[in-house]
């Protein structure tokens, strides 16, 4: 069973930045994490899931445009870790993040809709002066 374990929540004042991690563990034997699809998404009180980043089994990224060019993802694939990067961050950025997960081999692109198997559980980031 696929374990998905985000870390590096906090509080941040506004045009800060943090960086937080995804650890996933358990793959399908003979596999690793870039057969995996990975994503980030953020719930704020009262609002629906919103699909931040992800990135493909080959490496590609796809960002909303809410953190285009504030966020970056990343994959340390020998510590079977996922990043997302945060800077330029803004009151309204305050939610739960989620990490995402899919086993998709075979694809070369990655969805932020909420179409993943495996989630975490979520670290909240609080972004408040």
């Known amino acids: 069973q696929l374990e998905v374990v985000e870390s590096g929540g906090g509080l941040v004042q506004p045009g800060g930045s943090l960086r937080l991690s995804c650890a996933v563990s358990?793959?399908?034997?003979?596999?690793?994490?870039?057969?995996?699809?990975i994503a980030w998404f953020r719930q704020a009180p009262g609002k629906e899931r919103e699909g931040l980043s992800c990135?493909?089994?080959?490496?590609?990224?796809n960002y909303a445009d809410s953190v285009k060019g504030r966020f970056t993802i990343s994959r340390d694939s020998a510590k079977n870790t996922v990043y997302l990067q945060m800077n330029s961050l803004k009151p309204e950025d305050t939610a739960v993040y989620y990490c995402?997960?899919?086993?998709?081999?075979?694809?070369?692109?990655?969805?932020?809709?909420?179409?993943?198997?495996?989630w975490g559980h979520g670290t909240q980031v609080t972004v408040s002066s």
């Open positions: 995402a997960v899919n086993f998709n081999p075979r694809s070369p692109i990655c969805t932020i809709q909420p179409q993943y198997d495996y």
């Open positions: 990135i493909s089994t080959t490496g590609r990224t």
């Open positions: 358990g793959f399908r034997p003979g596999y690793t994490l870039t057969f995996y699809a």
